[in-house]
């Protein structure tokens, strides 16, 4: 004999021949050994629902962008680095559906095999690193392609307290000034407490480590407008399929005040990702 309890996402299913308690959030579950009475079942569920809440509070949430690694490329000597960034476009059950994938420094597309293995890191909104195994299950066919892959075991997650701030794709304006006096404006592809990303002309004379002046234009939903600037130093550059150049910069010198004005914007975007 079983017993179903169900409030809101939470339910409870109390089975009486194996003498269990089984408890479940969305498709995160949890069992409990324990007698059947109510009054000694009680401090058990309040366990129960920390335990399934926290599991499920540590998976990547829907928009969110993850980066990742092929496991066999690491087999063959290769080097840990994260060399492909997707975005999480749909969760069901004990899926993952993603879009395709892309190489961080070509820009370009990368569609994987059923079976490959990955190994994954992405970054919560309290800025902590959180790494996972998973494989590629399968595809589907939405509006866009997607990729299916297996969502972890909460359990077997792996954080880092280095401490990293949340980045978001957003497309903003912002103008930059080199050492020499080179004036351009330019498109950012994310931004974040950390530093930003941006695309601008291939003719563009720039250099790893070059630092540069910024003035980034923050849009907000309430209409607000803010000018933000920063010096920042250049981490990385890569030239992309269209002969565009992308480049990674770090902040190197900025106000608290704007970093903050930055890390709102990120954290508005990211809500409207979610509410889509």
């Not at 304006?173 to 941006?198: K, Q």
Request: proline share 4%; hydrophobic share 40%; glycine share 6%.
């Amino acid at each position: 004999m079983k017993c179903y309890v169900r409030t809101g996402s939470l339910c409870f299913i109390q089975d009486s021949k194996s003498n269990t308690l089984l408890v479940t959030l969305r498709d995160q579950k949890r069992t409990f050994e324990r007698p059947l009475q109510v009054s000694i079942w009680l401090p058990t569920i309040r366990r129960a629902i920390i335990a399934v809440w926290e599991g499920s509070r540590l998976l990547p949430k829907i928009n969110q962008m993850i980066q990742f690694q092929f496991i066999a490329a690491l087999q063959e000597g290769k080097e840990l680095e994260f060399e492909y960034k997707t975005r999480i476009a749909d969760e069901r059950d004990n899926d993952f559906f993603l879009e395709m994938f892309i190489h961080e420094r070509t820009g370009r597309f990368k569609r994987p095999s059923i079976g490959d293995a990955l190994t994954a890191v992405y970054v919560n909104e309290e800025g902590v690193q959180h790494f996972f195994e998973t494989q590629v299950t399968g595809f589907i066919n939405d509006t866009v392609p997607l990729i299916r892959i297996q969502k972890p075991d909460p359990a077997t997650i792996t954080k880092t307290q280095r401490r990293n701030y949340l980045r978001v794709a957003a497309a903003l304006e912002i103008a930059v000034l080199t050492p020499e006096g080179e004036r351009f404006n330019a498109l950012t592809d994310d931004v974040g407490g950390g530093g930003i990303s941006f695309i601008c002309e291939g003719k563009t004379k720039l250099e790893e480590a070059t630092p540069l002046e910024c003035w980034l234009l923050l849009t907000f939903k309430n209409g607000t407008i803010e000018h933000t600037p920063f010096q920042a130093v250049i981490v990385r550059l890569n030239t992309l399929a269209t002969g565009r150049l992308h480049v990674m910069a770090k902040f190197e010198t900025i106000a608290d005040s704007d970093r903050q004005k930055i890390i709102r914007y990120c954290f508005e975007r990211q809500l409207d990702f979610r509410n889509r």
